[in-house]
Nanobody
Framework: QVQLVESGGGLVQPGGSLRLSCVAS????????MRWFRRAPGKGRELVAS???????DYANDVMGRFNISADNAKNTVYLQMNNVKPEDTAIYYC?????????????WGQGIQVTVSS
């Protein structure tokens, strides 16, 4: 069972930066994606960014150019560098690892970490 632990959340001022980290206990499948989702108050879950084992990345439109996802495959760790943050980035951020062959049937979640953007 893949276990994910997020860290790095907290309070940050508008325009500031924050880096989230997520460590997976293991990734026992060769083709996978590591993803960051978020859920803002009163809203549904949103995919923020993803990175495949190939290094291919993708971003939601509203974070493009501000957030950067990266991974250290040797450490089973994914990062989300959040720059020029805005109050609307306030949310609980969730780390996810997905087995690309199984799809959502092979998806694992962290417990989430709070990010609050406020002055």
């Amino acid at each position: 069972q893949v276990q994910l632990v997020e860290s790095g959340g907290g309070l940050v001022q508008p325009g500031g930066s924050l880096r989230l980290s997520c460590v997976a206990s293991e990734i026992p499948f060769p083709n996978y994606g590591m993803r960051w989702f978020r859920r803002a108050p009163g809203k549904g879950r949103e995919l923020v960014a993803s990175i495949l084992e190939t290094g291919y990345t993708d971003y939601a439109n509203d974070v493009m150019g501000r957030f950067n996802i990266s991974a250290d495959n040797a450490k089973n760790t994914v990062y989300l560098q959040m720059n020029n943050v805005k109050p609307e980035d306030t949310a609980i951020y969730y780390c996810n690892v997905i087995n690309r062959h199984l799809g959502e049937r092979g998806s694992y979640w962290g417990q989430g970490i709070q990010v609050t953007v406020s002055s």
